[in-house]
């Protein structure tokens, strides 16, 4: 009895501090925010497919300070932990264009849009590391998906991108 009450505790204190740690990092105090994930993580022996977000959120606190290191290092834990994750390849693929990686970010880019074609803000990211890279056909052709996933022209990833590509002299 006082064991399973142990391991309710244990739980219910995990998930209050991944959401202690969910409210710092909405609040832009990443650094505080990573030391709630710390304290979550050091309590799992063994991590699994489950515990994929929370290398995810602790990954991203540390991309938002610049510790570029040990953001990749939790991206990869979170991707090999749920390989099936579109938002860890699109957030790999961001943080590998914007450190000027703009070819390993388009093959994180282009994996996670296999997992989920209709994830626009992945194909924004797409079309700019295209823009990045002088392609602006293939830009153009991310922009016009958008176009289709959305209906329109007033979604915030259509118009992100078209002014990548105008801007970019096309």
Known sequence: ???KYLVVVRLLTGRALDALGNIMQSRKRFDEAIGYYDRVIERIDTPAKQHWSLFFARGTSYE???NWPKAEAD???ALRL?????SVLNYLGYSHRKIGETDKGIEFYTKALTIAPDF???REYLGEAYVQAKDLDKAKGELAEIEKLCGNQDCEEYKDLAEAITAAGS
């Open 64 to 66: 938002r300070i610049k």
């Open 120 to 122: 626009t803000q992945a």
């Open 75 to 77: 991206l990869q834990r």
């Open 1 to 3: 009895q006082v064991a």
């Open 82 to 86: 749920s390989p099936d994750q579109a």
